[in-house]
């Protein structure tokens, strides 16, 4: 459920009309809705109410300082995955307690940063990071605690560039090395292990392969507590899907997730990590675009319209599919047409949908992609020179610019032309 819902005929986030918005801010823009993310948020917490655990966000679904405020004041954690992401996340007001460090390839100067700033625990993926991370944390006299994240080879069922769970992929160490990995962090100095680490993959819409990765993980927790090490923490990863089409099956609900942890590790007595990105942001918001023109073409007609891959690269990327609505609402049984939806950006990647069941529309008229809240405006570039596209934040009956566009001048301002031209 989320807030994007017609009223009177227009289709509004929360109290405000989206035609508002983009009378006052401009098309192409991103609206975010604060109660679909408080709401989001909450069944999560509710879903892990039977232990002591941290939600961490994952930051790189949206990385809005707004949006991260407003999940931070509700207790949020953060799993963040760069330099760029833990100062986004502090600049929002998490403390370092509350944010875990996640990625294949930290480099020393941000090992350095998160440790000099405050770091709940870092997700180590390789024996050359924990010696690389041992090394910085030993320079700065300092003790890290650290979880090292393990591949469990099992396979996500999700779209190959977002599966990060098999073998085969660059993430994690293979389960079977586990122990001596493991064995090498307790000798490293400056590092502490805390607990196992997880992340199998990205819009999972099944269950199972949650049971078999976690069901090895309390395994391999009870392995390494006969070794000797003190697993206290599992951080289970992110990756929980959400529906993208209003008239599919929608994938598990955050409840039923947590009760597969339950089920799996809830007997270790360890604090529960959960990382979602998704899940939380994705269907709080939407992507906002005019209608530039209607184009027929031989056979095929194009609605062509001011948003483009570089603001929404999903549908280019990822072959993903994403509802697109009228802002104006059209009457039960309204004739609807197939016409591919374009952007305007010079190649023919720029395709947001094909034969798409759509009323007819007019240039100047409104359309909204629905569930565009993650890996939408932090993917977004300025490709064809298109300034980045803003974003909006709605609560109740206000909104504010969280994110404002670019103009044309600040755009060319960042380029410098040497003096020797
Ligand atoms: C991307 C990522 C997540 C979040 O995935 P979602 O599908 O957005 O929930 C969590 N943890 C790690 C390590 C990730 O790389």
């Given at each position: 459920m989320d807030h994007f819902n017609y009223l009177d005929g227009q289709l509004h986030a929360e109290q405000v009309p989206l035609s508002r918005i983009a009378a006052e801010v401009g098309t192409p823009v991103y609206v975010y809705s604060s109660a679909t993310l408080t709401r989001h948020f909450l069944q999560f917490r509710q879903a892990l109410d039977w232990t002591d655990h941290l939600i961490c966000f994952?930051?790189?679904?949206n990385s809005n300082l707004a949006v991260l405020k407003l999940l931070g004041d509700l207790g949020a954690g953060m799993d963040v995955v760069s330099g760029g992401e833990y100062a986004r996340a502090r600049a929002a007001g998490?403390?370092?307690?509350r944010i875990v460090f996640s990625g294949v390839g930290k480099t020393r100067a941000e090992m350095r940063q998160v440790i000099e700033g405050g770091i709940r625990q870092v997700n180590v993926e390789s024996e050359p990071e924990l010696e690389a991370l041992s090394d910085v944390a030993t320079t700065l006299g300092a003790s890290v605690p650290v979880a090292v994240r393990v591949n469990?080879?099992?396979?996500?069922?999700?779209h190959a560039k977002i599966a990060?769970?098999?073998?085969?992929?660059?993430?994690?160490?293979p389960i079977a090395r586990a122990r001596e990995v493991y064995a090498l962090a307790a000798k490293l100095p400056g590092l502490q292990v805390v607990g196992i680490d997880m992340h199998i993959g990205?819009?999972?819409?099944?269950?199972e392969p949650y049971r078999q990765a976690y069901g090895k993980m309390a395994d391999l927790c009870r392995t390494l507590r006969g070794d000797g090490?003190?697993?206290?923490?599992?951080?289970?990863?992110?990756?929980l899907g959400i529906p993208y089409r209003r008239d599919n099956a929608a994938p598990p609900l955050p409840i039923e997730y947590g009760q597969v942890i339950r089920e799996t590790v809830?007997?270790?007595g360890c604090e529960i990590e959960i990382e979602p990105g998704r899940n939380i942001v994705g269907n709080a918001g939407i992507l906002l675009s005019g209608v530039v023109f209607l184009k027929r073409g031989e056979g095929r007609d194009f609605l062509i319209l001011d948003a483009a891959m570089n603001d929404l690269i999903r549908p280019a990327m990822y072959d993903a599919h994403h509802d697109i609505v009228p802002v104006t609402q059209r009457d039960v049984g309204a004739l609807v047409s197939p016409v591919d939806v374009v952007g305007?950006?010079?190649?023919?990647?720029?395709?947001?949908?094909?034969?798409a069941e759509l009323p007819a529309l007019a240039a100047g008229e409104l359309v909204a992609f629905r569930s565009?809240?993650?890996?939408g405006a932090v993917m977004a570039s300025e490709y064809n020179s298109r300034p980045l596209v803003p974003e909006v934040l709605v609560a109740g009956d206000r909104y504010a610019v969280i994110r404002p566009r670019p103009s044309i001048e600040e755009m060319l301002a960042r380029d410098v032309i040497p003096e020797w031209l």
């Open positions: 994952a930051v790189k679904a998490v403390p370092g307690g469990p080879d099992v396979d996500a069922r999700t990060t769970g098999k073998s085969e992929n660059k993430f994690g160490i990205s819009q999972l819409t099944d269950l090490h003190a697993i206290m923490r599992l951080d289970m990863g992110g990756g809830g007997d270790l305007p950006v010079c190649e023919t990647g720029d395709t947001f949908a094909r034969g565009a809240g993650a890996y």
